[in-house]
């Protein structure tokens, strides 16, 4: 089964800062990797994806992840932080599920970002 | 227009009692699913539908049944609630049942259980 660990279970950096949240997966086939965010008492929000390709991806909000497969780490940036970007953010990977023919998120635990003003 | 929606918001009841939630998409999309999101804030999936078929069942308790009247829609039922199922329940939809599609959330039902 796959999984997926993110480093620090909170996050705070001052307004203008880099963000920088790490995620890294196991998976024993290439993986199908997504950042999503959770903004208070809301549902979750895909910030964005990697399935194949470019190995740099850019998403909403000025955030980007760079797929590093010899690392197996899918690491969220911004190079500037807003008050906006303070919410939780989840990295998650897409599992197959073969017996079934479907497939599911496995989610990391889920970092709070906290922004500083 | 709300792309996944899920009724109701919040749920309050006594333990004991069924309830259930529903869940509707207006994307056309063929696969649902239920999440669910405990006080850690730690989701794990529950349920998956493909054009009205189970296809994921992951391991969870009997009380909790889905049901897919539709492809559009995904309700849960829950019998006999415990204080343990208070979390909050996300639906989800993907246009089909391969690993690279986005996955896109309805904004979650909290449910607290007394």
């Known amino acids: 089964a796959q999984s997926v660990t993110q480093l620090g279970s909170h996050v705070s950096v001052s307004e203008g800062a880099l963000v920088l949240l790490r995620c890294n997966y196991s998976?024993?086939?290439?993986?199908?990797l997504f950042w999503y965010v959770q903004y208070p008492n809301q549902g979750l929000q895909l910030l964005l994806k990697?399935?194949?390709?470019?190995?740099l991806v850019k998403g909403i909000n000025g955030f980007e992840a760079e797929f590093k497969k010899s690392e197996t780490s899918f690491h969220l940036t911004k190079p500037s932080a807003h008050m906006s970007d303070a919410a939780e953010y989840f990295c998650a990977v897409s599992e197959s599920v073969r017996s079934q023919g479907a497939q599911k998120l496995v989610f990391g635990q889920g970092t709070r970002l906290t922004i500083n003003p | 227009d709300t792309a996944v929606s899920q009724t109701p918001k919040y749920l309050v009841t006594q333990m004991g009692n069924d309830k259930s939630i529903k869940c509707e998409q207006n994307l056309g999309h063929d696969t649902m699913y239920w999440y669910k999101q405990d006080s850690k804030k730690f989701l794990k999936i529950m349920f998956s539908?493909?054009?009205?078929?189970?296809?994921i069942n992951e391991t969870v308790p009997n009380r909790f049944s889905p049901k897919s009247p539709d492809k559009a829609h995904l309700n849960l039922h829950i019998n006999s609630l415990e204080l343990g199922d208070s979390a909050v329940y996300f639906c989800a939809s993907s246009q089909d049942r391969t690993a690279r599609e986005t996955q896109y959330f309805g904004p979650g039902t909290r449910l607290l259980v007394l």
């Open positions: 998976s024993s086939v290439p993986p199908y």
């Open positions: 539908y493909n054009n009205k078929e189970l296809i």
């Open positions: 990697y399935t194949t390709g470019a190995t």
